[in-house]
T-cell receptor
């Protein structure tokens, strides 16, 4: 079974631009979560999508948005990029596995804002 | 606010020794706790989880202990190996909907 894939792996953008990141979950997984990882703030939850609906949301400004498609693939968008948005963006897919709600993470997209 | 924190940012152990990584959480409503391992250049990898109706759960070489009274979580790794060197995160969530709060992480160094 293929793992979670994220594209692109690396991205360099300029302040003020916008960016779209993509995540393909493990086949059969309907829940996709997004996280931002930085050295200073650690892993922070952005949002979670389940069956094309945002089910949970973290404490990020409205510049951060996402969506999920009918095939469970998900995208997240960051508009009006700021230097502080430089981070590793991780996507995780999950499916109830009976006794655990195990999340599988992708390798992440490394975003650098200059 | 919600937070999950770790007592020790770094831990250095001798190969073959047991490792204990501790974590404190603050949200009493969380009913599901997870430990992840993250190696350099990779996403976090699930290690073991525990639900709030349990105090202890064992896996292969790993044990998670949950003390709800003091909101404390620990990960024990038996016979630590060099391949265990990584950053370990505790996380809290709820089984009703998936918002996961991660701790700051503890870096484990295993000396050969």
């Amino acid at each position: 079974k293929a793992g979670v894939t994220q594209t692109p792996r690396y991205l360099i953008k300029t302040r003020g631009q916008q960016v779209t990141l993509s995540c393909s979950p493990i086949s059969g997984h309907r829940s996709v979560s997004w996280y931002q990882q930085t050295p200073g703030q650690g892993l922070q939850f952005l949002f979670e999508y389940f069956s094309e609906t945002q089910r949970n949301k973290g404490n990020f400004p409205g510049r951060f948005s996402g969506r999920q498609f009918s095939n469970s693939r998900s995208e997240m968008n960051v508009s009006t990029l700021e230097l502080g948005d430089s981070a590793l963006y991780l996507c995780a897919s999950s499916s109830w596995g009976g006794s655990s709600y195990e999340q599988y993470f992708g390798p992440g997209t490394r975003l650098t804002v200059t | 606010g919600e937070s999950v924190g770790l007592h020790l940012p770094t831990l250095s152990v001798q190969e073959g020794d047991n490792s204990i990584i501790n974590c404190a959480y603050s949200n009493s409503a969380s009913d599901y706790f997870i430990w992840y391992k993250q190696e350099s250049g990779k996403g976090p990898q699930f290690i073991i989880d525990i639900r709030s109706n349990m105090d202890k759960r064992q896996g292969q070489r790993v044990t998670v202990l949950l003390n709800k009274t003091v909101k404390h979580l620990s990960l024990q790794i038996a016979a630590t190996q060099p391949g265990d060197s990584a950053v370990y995160f505790c996380a809290e969530s709820s089984t009703g909907g998936f918002k996961t709060i991660f701790g700051a992480g503890t870096r484990l160094f295993v000396k050969a």
